[in-house]
DNA sequence: TTTTCGACCAAAAAACAAAAATGGTCAAAA
DNA sequence: TTTTGACCATTTTTGTTTTTTGGTCGAAAA
């Protein structure tokens, strides 16, 4: 691929992502895409296949910067304790603005289409991976002690999960913070009395 | 009420809770209810005032056979911690059931009706306060050490929530068990090394 | 050769109207 | 006191037409 082509590429997939936030996923039409990259709809086609295709683009486009943002803010901590709840409290703060930015897609049930249940759980293998290097981490340096790394992984993960039923209801990004601080403590002295 | 009329309601409830659960509260007709009780459509409307009280007589029923039930898993414990884990995995297993029961609301979004959104929350306020009281048990008889049971407790049902997730993909109730088991572990003795 | 786009089409969605089903009422019968 | 059939306004469903939309193709532009 030539790299006027990428760049077009990347001109569309911008101009996509707009549109996929304010319509949602089925009520973006290809012609208002195309006319937000200031393009007839059939030069799109020129770059992509389908929709789906440029879909997958845009999400693939977010994901990426979602991990680049994280491992940013990984960087700077070295300690897998701190590691741990640095990455819990990015990844809720990033995924609470992303929420926000595509509003419309609260109501949509994309569960239906397959390609994008196929990206979720691509995504959930990248986090559980992600975490459980933080916990082998933590246990090769003697802070840690879990008996099944795996399946603590697996549980932060499914945790998360249900966090994400509490940002519809706590708004206020500051006390959705300070709970989740909170919780994490709990989870790394335990609530048994030592 | 007399005691007749009581009986009549019951048995009303318990037709409607089949009707229910075959073809969840929209497509159930009161008509399909009614010749479900043996009864003419009027005849149930003089029992109850609408579909909506006959949903939530149905629903009552079913929260105070839960309610009761997870007393009874209860009573067999004493210590705090035994009495948590028996909560929680009494609560799986009763709410795996039911939903098993109730098919075909997995697809209705029951959300939406406002009546089933306060007696949700209205559970929600009984399930924080039982464990509320478990952890402050716990604490009072030095065994747990909670520095704030009240966010401790929404903590819990929050991550249970979490787990009503996992029902959806683990289908074998044996693993989901084992699994929940190990997670329990990990939050009473905490992840840190002692 | 690479890129753009108007014209075009089959399929999907939206709009609309007609028909059927449903929640709820009521007066009369049991 | 309890039961029910007849009834009705409102919703839901169904069938049909119209419009929109995703996608193709060949020709023009660059």
Redesign the pocket.
């Known amino acids: 691929m030539?790299v006027?082509?990428k760049a077009?590429r990347d001109a569309i997939v911008d101009a996509a992502r707009y549109i996929f936030a304010r319509f949602g996923y089925?009520?973006?039409?290809?012609?208002a895409i195309a006319r937000a990259a200031r393009?007839?709809?059939?030069?799109v086609?020129?770059y992509f296949?389908?929709?789906?295709e440029i879909f997958l683009a845009v999400i693939e486009k977010e994901a990426s910067s979602v991990k680049s943002e994280i491992r940013n803010a990984l960087a700077s901590a070295s300690d897998p304790k701190e590691k741990l709840t640095i990455y819990v409290l990015t990844r809720m703060r990033v995924f609470h603005r992303i929420a926000r930015f595509y509003s419309s897609f609260r109501e949509e049930y994309l569960k239906e289409y397959d390609f994008i249940q196929r990206f979720r759980e691509n995504y959930d293998r990248y986090e559980t991976k992600l975490i459980l290097d933080i916990l082998r981490e933590g246990i090769k340096k003697n802070i840690f002690a879990i008996p099944d790394p795996v399946l603590a992984a697996n549980y932060f993960v499914t945790a998360l999960k249900g966090f994400e039923y509490l940002w519809g209801i706590e708004e206020d990004i500051g006390k959705l913070e300070k709970k989740t601080e909170a919780m994490l403590e709990m989870l790394y002295r335990g609530i048994l009395k030592r």
Chains 1, 2 share one sequence.
Not at 39 to 43: N, V
Not at 49 to 52: Q, T, V
């Open positions: 030539t006027s082509k077009m089925r009520k973006a039409t290809m012609d393009k007839g709809k059939s030069s086609y020129y296949k389908n929709k789906e």
